[in-house]
């Protein structure tokens, strides 16, 4: 039988060379291609080739033998060379528990020998139809994935900016293909860096959506030079359009003067940035208004921090601090709070902090960690003798 444009392959694992033969011709008189094998050796290095549609399997491999073991090793290693190979096993007439032995380690069905050429071929023309449309199935997932994981570049692509006084590095990793996280920095001028990072509720497909939307509206705003608590209302308008119910977004936004170190935020429920000054000490930028989606529009304030010379701000997504261990034991913000020391160059200790997160700990959601620090003096200002005041707005 053909498939719509190739015809089926069949790969017959036999060590009794009538056996091979019969099936050979049998198959091919219904118009499948057939690839012979003696030895379960030269099964393994013909399935490798992606034109296979089908397997069919001796059970028994020495004449002396009737366990089926090799059988039964075979169809297993077919089974983790190809999730989606169909395999069926051939076993001797009234061999049930080899039958049974052989589903459990991944055989598809099995036909008893003798064989029934009507039986055998129904079985051979169910299998492989049915296991060349999951295979393209899997072809067009597998690009989709592929091109959704480049979409996902294109919106949170790792980031290293150097403005001013500044210095901003950042980076995101999904927990699966795409994922909910969302980071972004712009310079609307010269003077001012905008930074924004936002984790959407739910992974995978759905989260990146919702990040891709937030993408194209915060970049739009952030351009417009706004102050932050006014593009985090704007954000929550047009965001209320697009969260399903039980759907919302955290989001931090930060206008950065790049001379100064004079940084203005608002926090809608984000975890609070880690702020590590020189000399070691350890400040939080706590929530300014809740959430976006959850709650009616809510009329956000926004603060103000200064960066001095050697201090370093860490914004994350709490998939960097409920990152767990083998035991379990998330890492927390006392966890990341002591990964915060170090001397070293901003890209070497952002490699290093994630890499931690990366290899010694359990991924359980999207991660997300941008570092910014304050590379030369500040510009004394009134603005600056204070570590923090109110914002214009409050005032």
């Not at 719509?4 to 694992?13: D, K, S, Y």
Request: aromatic share 4%; proline share 4%; net charge negative.
């Amino acid at each position: 039988m053909s498939g719509e444009t190739n015809p089926f392959e069949v790969l017959i694992a036999e060590d009794q060379e009538h056996v091979r033969e019969a099936l050979a011709m049998l198959l091919r008189s219904h118009g499948y291609v057939v690839r012979q094998c003696s030895s379960p050796v030269e099964a393994l290095a013909a399935a490798t080739q992606p034109s296979i549609d089908l397997a069919l399997v001796d059970m028994n491999y020495r004449r002396d033998s009737t366990s089926g073991v090799e059988g039964l090793n075979l169809i297993e290693s077919l089974r983790q060379l190809d999730a989606t190979l169909p395999i069926v096993a051939l076993t001797a007439w009234g061999n049930v528990d080899l039958a049974v032995n052989a589903m459990k380690f991944g055989a598809s069905d099995f036909v008893e020998k003798p064989w029934r050429n009507d039986s055998l071929l129904e079985k051979v023309n169910a299998l492989t139809s049915r296991g060349r449309a999951v295979r393209a199935q899997r072809r067009v997932s597998e690009y989709e994935q592929q091109d959704a994981k480049l979409v996902q570049m294109r919106i949170v692509p790792r980031r290293h900016i150097l403005a001013g006084s500044i210095e901003l590095y950042g980076e995101s990793v999904p927990v699966g293909t795409v994922g909910g996280d969302y980071f972004g920095a712009w310079q609307p001028d010269p003077e001012t860096l905008h930074v924004c990072i936002a984790d959407v509720s739910g992974k995978g497909t759905p989260g990146a959506l919702i990040a891709a939307m937030l993408h194209a509206s915060v970049s739009t705003l952030a351009m417009s030079g706004g102050r932050p608590e006014e593009i985090v209302s704007e954000v929550e308008a047009i965001s209320r359009e697009q969260l399903s119910e039980g759907h919302y977004v955290t989001l931090f936004y930060g206008v950065l003067n790049v001379n100064t170190g004079v940084l203005e935020y608002a926090n809608a429920g984000h975890c609070p940035p880690l702020l590590r000054r020189s000399d070691g000490a350890i400040e939080s930028l706590a929530a300014t208004r809740p959430v976006l989606g959850l709650l009616n529009a809510q009329n956000g304030r926004a603060e103000r921090v200064v960066l001095h010379l050697g201090d370093r701000l860490v914004l994350f997504t709490d998939g960097i601090t409920e990152a767990t261990d083998a035991k379990g034991k998330e890492l927390g913000d006392e966890g990341l709070t002591v990964l915060l020391g170090g001397h070293e160059d901003l890209p070497s200790w952002h490699a290093r902090v994630l890499q931690t997160v990366r290899e010694h700990r359990k991924l359980t959601d999207d991660a997300t960690l941008v570092a910014i620090s304050m590379r030369g003096p500040a510009v004394k200002s009134a603005a600056t003798q204070t570590t923090r005041e109110m914002a214009p707005s409050e005032k």
